[in-house]
């Protein structure tokens, strides 16, 4: 199903008075909206293919209704996002889970609901059926070489499937690691790693990237074999310009300063990008926002910076994306809360005064440091995120449209009570 | 299949002259060895009867081959074990994975075997096909009262289970909370929890008890409605006397004292038992004593001297059990280790000097409590867990004892090599 | 020094328009605003005298300027706070650092400043000068009884104090514990913890309380005595109802769900109160919301749900204290900005949609649950924050008017530059 | 004073006959005991002139008697410790607290005691009463250049006493951060840190290096300029081979895999050396070993394996050195219980089987991995240790000979009880 536009307007008009009152109370307040709002407007989140419906843990997944049960079904449900919110216009497929049979009607479809591919997954953490080797024990790092060429192979191979989408990176997040001391060689695995990688990035096309993710533990318990920012940013300085680090919110120990990592990775040039979600303990994929909105702030913070210290452009200079499972809510609204979420943080990072921080900080002046920041982050910022939706065409408050227009219910009479999409 | 107990002693042969001189050495030193081995031979540890097949993450699984396909298999599996070591002389089963046809022929199994049955578990955590409610928003806890009364009866309907194979104890494990702020009121959730519990409580046999297991985080990943041991020892509190509080290694944040709260809890009466398993960074189900052995001989130091302070019986006083999973071993292999370990930490603890510890306690002589603590911990206490298994019949070196015999090859042989276990 | 009443008039002249404007256009959204204002009219956060001078850590402290000197001084620094944001009416006095030498003096400036005197805190973590028994090794629950008795006395002394100034409650923080695995007997230690509370339990005047903290680790590295919320709950039980359990928020392992300890607690009505500080590691001690501003709205939504649950007033049911440390701002910013905080996830923990929000629990809507409270957190409520500070008499801007009335510079002329305040 | 060397072997005489029965006993059971115990012989960890005082923390400290009160007493301690354990030959110094008046005269006191002079220690994380520029907000990476200077030309200054003493490395740890979101541009303060570091690698003499400490937190509790050792590694390569990274065990998050950091570190020829210690929350500062003995082992096993991979001396090939704080226990006891740790954890890791290990990593036998590895850890190589050290002159038991010749009694009597030495 797609959204017609004018039932998004009709949802809008209801609640346009209320929006006009508070934009322009804010709006006053805000020098140079327009450019604000610009940045806003092109501001987009890919979606990735297995967030769509509902994920689990070990312990068990209890499905919602109205799942995609194909690819086809996968692009109609990020049009669906995309014609609420307008900042969804991308979707990250992942192989083996959305082998495309007919590449070129899948980009068809695409345009036609205003979508293009952004990165490619690859999946060596699980084996397939027809598979020949076990990823049991890994797979560009595993001991034995044959297994290694059919994963670096398997990598050659979604690139293709990428290239002809239209996709320009190459996503590679590995389990690969051991549950127990003395399980690895931490050396030969590094370096088998690198030697397997380095095969991938020689396959790249010349105007693609590869986006190499690092994770601490799970679902490996005792070493990860990329681990952290610094094996990543070690493997992609080895292996050339192409390769940079791409960052998950969720995969890092508890404690550590997420933004500091990007500012630094910005620094040296090597940040592909983000997955987004959010987490109380480990890599829970919870909601972005929902946990710590003030941490996403100050990431945010940190990109707005060091994109503009380097003259590079807010929406295209790194990669955006979404990464998180959605075990008690409807797939689809928790991915627009997400988005949600992502656009009151950049609008808050984009309020912040520079030049008051900057002063601020020159003069170790701590306490107005805070309050610089602090009086981005308080500031009721809904407002911008409504009117930039409007303007793009999208609803005012997208969740609040989908479920007024019933989409999920339509969902489900369309596609039946029990499906459940590919994913985790 | 069984293993000839003579086959056992061809081995044990071999091993003889190695073992005998380890034995002789260690044994010269300690005072009253005959008192310490008759405690080491009197210990067991339940097997829980979901630990026999490969485990596995929300990313996947790789099973292996030879697991059991059955509930006999199962027990045929504990008997192997048992065989081996003579410290795992009883299964805790799972409903619904483990509902026994024929209870009278299952007991009349495990009695040929040696078991016999541990606590019962019951399972509120998944959906099973017939069942009328769903348990994705929690179950004792549920808002809804027709949910909590389903998970209710299936609690009675397990101590009934219970009953007829021989069991004591229900343990209940819930995986009831939330994934997000707001979605819960923790006082509502609390006292629902308790309504439950309590008309659980009610359905006890007489010489029944409910232990009530806590866990901080996973599967719910913002809270869990039992969360910490305070949780689980007010509600224990408020059940009454047949109640008590399990204690899961696993289920802790990061840092927690554990061995202190084993000793609040005994202090208390209100230690139930252990779920025992090793970790690095959440509930990692490793193999027990592979990530942190000296703080599981601290465990078993605290458990040592608190038992005997209340003059309890070592090997009854409380419930022993394991509950790890098996993600990349052999299941048996990865429990036959477990026992080891769990086996050499209590020895150890059973080595320490308790009076020179005192002393330095008394004293506030830091240094030398160290030095007591870790001369016990230090001493190589392997030849008197041989020696232990060897007097009861088993094996001086159950792993190597189970390689040697190739009773995996044989298990493969008669169950195939594509077997899939219940449980996680 | 004291602030002339005209001068914050003067500078809330100059806020005024844009404030005016501000408030109109929340205030129009807000059903019963006057019972919201009336509310933030009603806080009060305690200001603990150790927090006026600059803080440190075990690597060093960086003293600042014109530090109060004096017990008399301290006053008067919580009298300009209190003078601009009219939230902090009452001081908490930490016994030996702040004896007063003729209490009715102390009273009665105490009252011509607008103050009281909240928690009195006794210090046993340190040995004073003149002291007989070393608490090296603890103090209430030291194996020596001579130590311990010491201590009572000491509380008992604290108590005799605190009812000089008209003080209601002791507030006790032990850091009683162990460095290393082997130091303490863990029973001993608590049940000499225990007898020793008995005793200053005893000596409690009728209209007493005694709040007992609890904290994980810091000073003592391996184990703490009262050690998480359910030791101290256990003592508070045991205690009697006049004793309860404090909650400190950076005094929890990584990852703890507070929020939800707080409702239990309020629920079992053992709630003392809270220190308010924030922290990122451990017990940073940092400025309130300064790193987490999210969940100190959740901890205040639970305790305006939990108050109100009971019928108990929100600004006399339980104490509120800051408890921080200030090693980088001046300690008055830090306190204004730590106040201003509360005050703000107070009010948006007021705003939450109550009906909504069970509503959306009644129905397992976890999505809109969560639109329900971050429509509230999302809010920019320091509109409110300044309407109910004007209408008592303070600031608009509380931080902005100290900065434009150069009040530091004032008491750096008076009080010197070279001065250090006592406390950590 | 000094240890007669009469009296030591005295008391090993009186230990003789136990130690040498369990030698023998585990001698006969190691294929090539001599090249172990050469080893052993060889190792030396050196003693940091800070840790020969009682530390303390934030909230207070405890000192005992008999402490160093000049650098020569501390020269005398690290002889003392020396004289017992033949294993700790040489000596740390920090400067400012360690500035030698008479650098020959120092030189040849530490000759004459067997000790030469491990890497000097620069001190930019307090402020000298001389100093012109404050520390307040940090030192190399200081928004003020004249700030920056002055820290550089310190560590210049450091490096100049070292040559005068014979060091060969300079050890740089700053505690340059932020405590609060905002304070610091995160770009600016790692380039101006590069920068600093660059002036005093300049600086350097031909044949020596710098070693670039990392930590996560603590003093400053938002971030730390050189936080993690993806940091260190950054400035390190940035710098030239002159610099690398020194790992300090406490300074990590939770949870943490040390030993992959120092395994890969190992490979890209960037490992400085050690700082030991032991910890169970943040930088405890615990005596090495007595938290978690089998990390330690781990990362032995990584270092030994990693050191012969690049024909590495092992005694040399690094810096080791300890790096704890003594709160509780005499410090020269606490240092011969760390040495004792670190030998028996060098101890295991050369007994482990690395061809047994390399078959079972190679054929992913991870139980068998787990076999080999925990094999040489559980044995007990205290008779290993003891024999060492009796062959290098040395006591068999460190510590039971420091108690039985009352070495602490003496230094009081000859210092005083109440001293303090400098340091922490």
Redesign the interface.
């Known amino acids: 199903m797609q959204l017609e536009k004018h039932l998004i307007d009709e949802h809008n008009h209801q609640l346009f008075k209320k929006h006009s ?2 934009f322009e ?1 804010i709006a006053a307040d805000i020098d140079g909206i327009d450019s604000l709002l610009n940045k806003l407007k092109a501001f987009n989140v890919a979606i990735p293919s297995w967030a769509l419906g509902t ?6 997944r ?1 499905s919602g209704g109205g799942e995609p049960r194909s690819l086809e079904e996968k692009l109609e449900d990020v049009g669906l996002i995309h014609a609420l919110n307008k900042s969804s216009n991308s979707i990250s497929l992942h192989i083996p889970w959305d082998i495309p049979d007919n590449a070129a009607a899948i980009k068809a479809l695409a345009a036609q609901l205003g979508l293009h591919f952004d990165a490619v997954n690859s999946n060596t ?3 397939q059926s027809a598979q020949q080797h ?4 890994g797979s560009l790092h595993h ?1 034995d070489k044959a297994v290694r060429q059919q994963a670096v192979e398997h990598n050659l191979q979604v690139v293709k499937y990428g290239v002809e989408l239209g996709s320009k990176a190459l996503s590679v997040w590995l ?1 690969d690691g ?11 695995a ?2 088998n790693t690198l030697e397997s990688l380095q095969q991938i990035y020689a396959g790249l096309p010349d105007d693609w990237k590869v986006w190499v993710e690092y994770k ?4 490996n ?3 990860t074999t990329i ?5 990543s ?2 493997l992609a300085s080895k292996l050339g310009p192409k390769a940079s680090t791409l960052v998950d919110l969720g995969h890092h ?5 997420i ?2 990592i990007v ?2 990775l ?3 040039g090597k940040l592909a990008g983000f997955h987004f979600n959010d ?4 890599d ?4 972005v ?7 996403l702030f ?1 990431i945010f ?2 990109l707005v ?2 994109l503009d ?1 380097r003259g590079m452009n807010h929406a295209t200079g790194i990669g955006w994306m979404i990464d998180a ?1 959605h ?4 797939p689809i ?2 991915l627009l ?1 997400s988005v949600q979420a992502i656009k ?1 943080a950049y609008a808050q990072a984009l309020l912040v005064d520079k030049v008051a ?2 002063a ?3 003069s ?1 002046d ?2 107005l ?6 009086a981005a ?4 910022v ?1 407002p911008l995120i409504a009117e930039a939706s409007l303007a793009n065409g999208g609803s005012l408050d997208p ?1 609040a449209t989908f479920r007024k227009l019933k989409v999920r219910e339509q969902l489900i009479a369309q596609r039946g009570l029990k499906t459940v999409a590919t994913g ?1």
């Open positions: 009152r508070n109370h994920g689990g843990t070990r312990f068990g209890f953490f699980q084996d076990s990823y049991k024990f001991v389990s051991s549950n127990f001391p003395g399980q690895l060689n931490f050396r030969g590094f370096q601490p533990y799970e679902p318990f005792y070493s681990g952290d920012w610094g094996q940013y070690l120990l508890q404690g550590t300063n933004e500091q500012s630094i910005l620094m040296e987490s109380k303990y480990g829970d994929d919870l909601t926002g929902s946990i710590n909105p003030y941490q100050l913070n940190e910076e060091g210290a499972s075990n008690v809510k409807d609204e928790d809360q009151i921080l900057q601020a900080q020159q170790n701590v306490a440091a805070q309050e610089v920041l602090q982050y308080r500031t009721d809904r969740l985790l």
